[in-house]
């Protein structure tokens, strides 16, 4: 189970940090994705951290901005959100599956509920 939290409003050039608490399987062990999703747009990968040894890939609207971080001891990913846009506004969705990352949403089985950021002045 993937649970998302720490979503809200916030300024532009702001940040926010979403956490994915996640239950009945060794974090590490898989690749963990966070995905987000605005009104009448695809769902979009913007970040993933690889099982095991943990290398990151992020996006290229948000390569510099957002930055993914694990806590295996408290089974907690993090998504550090900086220098936030309004074009960031969307649901945001982490996701867990296998080894390898991917920014594909149908190559995750494990998603969490979402949580809203919303990016407005």
């Known amino acids: 189970q993937l649970v998302e939290s720490g979503g809200g409003l916030a300024q532009p050039g702001g940040s926010l940090r979403l956490s994915c608490a996640a239950s009945?399987?060794?974090?590490?062990?898989?690749?963990i994705a966070w995905f987000r999703q605005a009104p009448g747009k695809e769902r979009e990968g913007v970040a993933c951290?690889?099982?095991?040894?943990?290398?990151?890939y992020y996006a290229d609207p948000v390569r510099g901005r957002l930055t993914i971080s694990r806590d295996n001891a408290d089974s907690t990913v993090y998504l550090q959100m900086n220098s936030l846009k309004p074009e960031d506004t969307a649901v945001y969705y982490c996701a867990a599956e296998g080894t390898y990352c991917s920014f594909i949403a149908s190559d995750f089985g494990a998603w969490g509920q979402g949580t809203q950021v919303t990016v407005s002045s």
């Open positions: 951290m690889r099982s095991v040894e943990g290398t990151t």
């Open positions: 009945g399987f060794p974090l590490d062990y898989y690749a």
